[in-house]
């Protein structure tokens, strides 16, 4: 049940609804409209009531840090409200919020995600932390932390496979065993701009120019970030392309294109650009489309 309250001025734009229905935070469950999911080392619960955020096992600070409530967010959506189409998608998906997540969970998530759907890289992360996680204790029931680094490196490949990782497997380990001899990974990344941070990211195993930029965006709030997959690049194609000279060109031509693109035309916070047009892609009714200048 809820222990505390937040009460949001009614200048703070918030959706719970869309923030963690946009796809960037895996492990996130909802039940008549109240979420349970696995911060870090705490299993919250969180409902939302017009401006009223209500939320349980935690205190008011994770809450307000977790979903960076003090990002004055309609200044950023403002700033990339620069055409008709960003614009509706902004209008669609208002008070989407990009969440602080724990750069290791991240990284080893969207490694375990690579051409998987959203609700089947939710199902094995499950697996994978109850069977190797440290359990929380919590009177919602039954959960566990993602392992560690130093836990998933002893994991045998085929255990991993076991639980439905597949080729996946063999890169999560080895991304483990990297992590394991950079232990300052996390704060030498978080001190890099972005470029040298997305080339360190490259390094890791597993980790792609789309992985590194979800990572960078989601783990390390690196906003420019723009993370590229067949669904934004479709949408960025479609509606500030045509399709125009672009569907000839090899996929990672396309998406390296899309990536530039996005940080140029919606600058500094150009993640939160890429968020809400991946939201928009269940808005297919849509048929706004722009010319790039």
């Not at 809820?2 to 895996?26: C, K, M, N, R, W």
């Not at 392992?147 to 380990?173: D, N, Q, S, T, W």
């Not at 672009?246 to 390296?256: A, D, G, K």
Request: hydrophobic fraction near 40%.
């Amino acid at each position: 049940m809820p222990s505390g309250t937040i009460d949001l001025d009614e200048t703070v734009p918030f959706s719970l609804y869309h923030t963690l229905h946009s796809g960037q935070a895996f492990r996130w469950q909802v039940h008549d409209g109240v979420w349970t999911g696995v911060v870090r080392d705490t299993v919250i619960t969180l409902a939302q009531t017009g401006q009223r955020l209500s939320f349980g096992h935690t205190n008011p600070d994770l809450i307000r840090n977790y979903f960076h409530l003090d990002l004055d967010l309609d200044a950023v959506l403002r700033s990339i409200s620069i055409d008709p189409y960003i614009t509706h998608a902004v209008r669609e998906g208002y008070g989407l919020r990009i969440v602080r997540q724990d750069p290791w969970e991240c990284l080893i998530s969207y490694i375990a995600s690579a051409n998987m759907k959203a609700v089947t890289t939710n199902a094995r992360l499950e697996v994978l932390a109850g069977r190797w996680g440290e359990a929380i204790p919590s009177d919602e029931g039954e959960f566990h932390q993602i392992p560690a680094p130093e836990v998933v490196a002893e994991i045998g490949v085929a255990a991993l496979r076991v639980c439905g990782f597949g080729y996946r497997a063999r890169l999560m380990k080895a991304a483990a065993e990297y992590i394991i001899d950079h232990s300052d990974w996390e704060t030498a990344i978080g001190a890099m701009d972005y470029h040298a941070a997305h080339a360190r990211l490259t390094e890791i195993p597993g980790v792609g120019p789309k992985v590194a930029d979800c990572v960078l965006l989601f783990g390390f709030n690196k906003y420019e970030a723009f993370p590229v997959d067949v669904h934004i690049r479709k949408i960025v194609g479609e509606a500030y392309f045509q399709g125009e000279g672009r569907s000839c060109q090899p996929i990672e031509r396309q998406n390296c294109c899309t990536r530039e693109f996005g940080r140029t035309y919606f600058g500094a916070y150009a993640g939160y650009a890429s968020q809400y047009l991946f939201n928009k892609r269940f808005h297919r009714h849509s048929k706004l489309a722009v010319r790039t200048p």
